[in-house]
């Protein structure tokens, strides 16, 4: 039997709650260190102490990653420690967040976990399991819940709208807009306030989070995706569909039959997801774990999910981010040159609500 693994998880940013892609990674550490494992976070981009995960080291030993598993995201280019056992951590799809050149920095032999399932599973589903393999780890603030108080308009949220070739807004102009330097605690404020959310950005937490808070949340569909499988190609698709429930008090767009379905269910949506941890550990870390200590019996590595078998790499759509102006409409102002959306449209429908 292979010498059990230490975990050594080396975040791209410094830790900070609205930035659901780190706050995940210690989450991560946090549910491996509770199952017994030893896990330990790189000090990559400074100590930041929080209410997740504080077990941070500052150097380690060529001797010491002999035996250590490093974690690393999309977002960080090559293996900076030189490990010798390395897993890269797919938060976001390829081309998206970070340039595809970033690949050629990897090691062809590291191991790939996706945070949400992409186009490419449904595309080839003999490799989801053995392949393609999924890790998604959804942190739920416990201060994020339903005030019960009253409520009324509109928030929005533009993030990462590049997903979508075109979009018509739909928000009247009077909406609030959450932009990325609010906290969780502004969270709780908006959410508790707002009646309704529209999420411009089809992959965010904030969908859920809005939910979590008892604000009606809209995701703006995309373009040829059913409700069904813009579920499915999320990162709690897999749980979601093991409720065999929809996601209450959510509208898949604007329709009235959306709308009514959201407003119907918007009270069961504080209870949907009380499960979600025991099944992110049983289905997800667990097997993980089992992986890292069988490093070389598994064949999701970089090799086998981003290159053909005449060591070509498979094409990958890359997104061109435009950077345009965004008005928020809080505060009146511009504020330029943030690469948020792809819009060719904006229109405004002030008496949709």
Not at 54 to 70: A, F, H
Not at 157 to 179: L, V
Not at 279 to 308: A, C, G, L, R, S
Request: charged share 25%; hydrophobic share 35%.
């Amino acid at each position: 039997m292979s010498l059990k693994k230490n975990i050594l998880i080396y975040p791209h940013n410094p830790f900070n709650l609205a930035d659901g892609g780190t706050t995940v990674q210690y989450y991560l550490a946090q549910i491996l260190k509770e199952l017994g494992e030893n896990v330990k976070m790189y000090n990559s981009r400074g100590k930041t102490f929080n209410d997740i995960f504080n077990d941070y080291i500052d150097s380690i030993s060529v001797e010491e990653l002999e035996n250590t598993v490093v974690i690393y995201c999309e977002g960080i280019q090559g293996n900076p420690l030189n490990a010798k056992y390395v897993v890269r951590w797919m938060l976001s799809e390829l081309g998206k967040n970070v340039p595809t050149d970033y690949l050629y920095t990897w090691g062809k032999n590291e191991l790939v976990y996706y945070f949400n399932p992409e186009e490419k599973f449904y595309k080839n589903k003999e490799k989801i399991g053995n392949i393609y393999k999924l890790l998604y780890m959804n942190y739920i603030n416990p201060k994020l819940k339903n005030l019960h108080q009253s409520r009324s308009g509109v928030c929005f949220t533009i993030r990462k709208s590049y997903h979508h070739s075109q979009i018509n807004c739909f928000h009247p102009e009077e909406s609030y807009q959450i932009m990325r330097y609010h906290t969780q605690d502004d969270y709780l404020e908006i959410f508790n306030k707002h009646k309704y959310f529209i999420s411009y950005d089809p992959i965010t937490f904030l969908t859920i989070i809005s939910l979590l808070c008892g604000c009606i949340s809209i995701v703006y569909p995309l373009e040829g995706i059913t409700k069904k499988e813009w579920i499915k190609n999320t990162s709690i698709g897999e749980f979601i569909n093991s409720t065999d429930e929809e996601i209450y008090g959510l509208a898949y767009g604007n329709s009235k039959e959306e709308l009514e379905y959201a407003e119907k269910t918007i009270h069961l949506a504080e209870n949907q997801f009380k499960n979600l941890k025991k099944y992110m550990i049983e289905k997800m870390v667990k097997p993980f774990i089992n992986d890292i200590n069988n490093f070389e019996n598994n064949i999701n590595t970089i090799e086998n999910n981003f290159f053909d078998n005449n060591s070509k790499i498979i094409k990958i759509k890359e997104e061109n981010l435009p950077k345009i102006n965004i008005i928020n409409t809080e505060q009146k102002k511009i504020i330029s040159n943030i690469p948020e959306y792809n819009i060719n449209k904006y229109k405004f429908l002030k008496n949709l609500f």
